[in-house]
């Protein structure tokens, strides 16, 4: 069975402030997903990584996928209150079946 | 809005009964997939249809089944409902090619009395 353990499962920061969001697995992954996701609505898919040591960014996140594509972390830059939420990561493997990790609910004070 | 819709929102039976849940996604994909979210155990893949074809089986219980129809819509069934199977179900798609990139609906919450 494949799992994927994020770190941390709580994180509370002021707004202004830095904050890294870990993934890992032992097992490889084809894909990387991270989703956001608000109270009583769908997970929103944020960026999907494929390459071993792919760095992608979008604007504030920077989303990055291991060398050996077992882990991943997101980092987000000068957080606001907006980016307030339940973070998942995602592992691809066949026929596009995701396995997801625990989840990070993040909140951002003003 | 993701472009996939489910309904209906919220669904309350009680413990014994068989509900379905429905699924319509997005224009122009042929992939479906249902998840199933609790506190508990996460979000985990339950089964992926494809054209019409199931393609994929996870976590799905015997009790439940799906069908993807010609239209593309796609139906969850639930029966002989425990407290257990209170959850968020949803329903995701993705465009062909791109399996990994999955577009999640709203949800339905089950909740079992």
Redesign the interface.
Known sequence: TQLLEQSPQFLSIQEGENLTVYCNSSSVF??L?W?RQEP??????LV?V?TGGEVKKLKRLTFQFGDARKDSSLHITAAQPGDTGLY?C?G?T??????????TILTVHP | DSGVTQTPKHLITATGQRVTLRCSPRSGDLSVYWYQQSLDQGLQFLIQYYNGEERAKGNILERFSAQQFPDLHSELNLSSLELGDSALYFCASSEVGRDYEQYFGPGTRLTVT
Do not use: D, I, N
């Not at chain 1, 009583?40 to 898919?45: Q, Y």
């Open positions: 084809s894909s997903q989703y009583g609505e769908g997970p929103v898919l999907t494929v998942l995602a691809g066949s026929y596009g079946k995701l396995t997801f990790g625990q989840g």
